[in-house]
């Protein structure tokens, strides 16, 4: 049984749901049991690696990402080259807030 499968196994009669394994992100986590249960239907677990990119300047937004572990990077390349670390996200936060405005194009 696939992983998303299992965990929507775990829903009770009463309608509330419960991932396979405990969250670790915090705004997942806060998620009512019936929202959070549509948010897995449509979620992937992915794992990331360090400097693996998850936009690139000028490309669609489309999805979000909300880390279990670990931390991401905005980064910014300046005119010369140089690279600045503009903000950081971990598991208390998400990637993709441009979408909150319907922003749907990476700008840096």
Request: aromatic share 6%.
């Given at each position: 049984m696939s992983e998303?499968?299992?965990?929507r196994a775990t829903s009770v009669e009463s309608?509330?749901?419960?991932p396979a394994r405990p969250l670790q992100n915090d705004i997942l986590s806060r998620i009512p049991s019936a929202e959070l249960a549509a948010v897995i239907e449509q979620a992937q677990e992915i794992h990331?690696?360090?400097?693996?990119e998850m936009f690139e300047a000028g490309?669609?937004?489309?999805?979000v990402y909300f880390?279990?572990?670990?931390?991401?990077?905005?980064v910014i390349v300046l005119e010369d080259g140089t690279t600045v670390?503009?903000?950081t996200v971990g598991r208390?936060?998400?990637?993709?807030?441009?979408?909150?405005?319907a922003v749907t194009t990476a700008r840096y």
């Open positions: 998303r499968a299992q965990a309608g509330s749901f419960a990331c690696r360090g400097r693996d490309s669609v937004i489309d999805r880390p279990q572990t670990g931390m991401a990077s905005l670390e503009a903000l208390e936060g998400f990637i993709g807030v441009p979408l909150l405005n």
